[in-house]
């Protein structure tokens, strides 16, 4: 079965600082990966995905990702965050034996301070 | 020109009540979804409906029934509200397949009383 674990439950950073969010996965098969985030009080949005090809994956707002089989991760990082960048993000995978099941992992609270 | 939308944004309730959610999207998708967020945040996929066909249906209480009039639309149908249900219901809705977005709805916050 998919599983997703977020490794931090927050991350507090300070403006213009760079921040990686970690991700790691485990599935029996070949995964999509993919990262959302969700603003207080609305939806999920999403930042990026890995579906295959290249292992760096480049996303809205300046966000990016990388895909690495061998220690089943995918790291969110930013060079250089914003107040605005302050909310949830989700990591979450699917599979082609799970079809669009979607699993999401507990989620990353990232605060950004001035 | 919402993309996915969910009625009502707010639901207040008593216990024992029956309540619906309703969602519908306009981005021609024919796949949609039902997610619950949990008070932790935790986001955990309840059902999956594709061209009207129910997919996916993760050991939820029978007592929550979703329909799909159409490939537009996804209604969730609670019965005998209890407080564990209190939380918030995310719909959204995708292309078929793995490797597609899934596009969300603003979310109905429940609250059972």
């Known amino acids: 079965a998919q599983s997703v674990t977020q490794l931090d439950s927050q991350v507090p950073v300070f403006e213009e600082a760079p921040v990686e969010l970690r991700c790691n996965y485990s599935s029996s098969v070949s995964v999509y990966l993919f990262w959302y985030v969700q603003y207080p009080n609305q939806g999920l949005q999403l930042l990026l995905k890995y579906l295959s090809g290249s292992t760096l994956v480049k996303g809205i707002n300046g966000f990016e990702a990388e895909f690495n089989k061998s220690q089943t991760s995918f790291h969110l990082r930013k060079p250089s965050v914003h107040i605005s960048d302050t909310a949830e993000y989700f990591c979450?995978?699917?599979?082609?034996?799970?079809?669009?099941?979607?699993?999401f992992g507990a989620g990353t609270i990232l605060r950004v301070k001035s | 020109d919402t993309a996915v939308s969910q009625t009502p944004k707010y639901l207040v309730t008593q216990m024992g009540n029956d309540k619906s959610i309703k969602c519908e999207q306009n981005l021609g998708h024919d796949t949609m979804y039902w997610y619950k967020q949990d008070s932790k945040k935790f986001l955990k996929i309840m059902f999956s409906?594709?061209?009207?066909?129910?997919?996916i249906n993760e050991t939820v209480p029978n007592r929550f029934s979703p329909k799909s009039p159409d490939k537009a639309h996804l209604n969730l149908h609670i019965n005998s509200l209890e407080l564990g249900d209190s939380a918030v219901y995310f719909c959204?809705?995708?292309?078929?397949?793995?490797?597609?977005?899934?596009?969300f709805g603003p979310g109905t916050r429940l609250l059972v009383l």
């Open positions: 979450a995978v699917s599979d082609l034996k799970y079809g669009n099941k979607l699993v």
């Open positions: 409906y594709n061209n009207k066909e129910l997919i």
């Open positions: 959204a809705s995708s292309h078929w397949g793995a490797k597609e977005t899934q596009y």
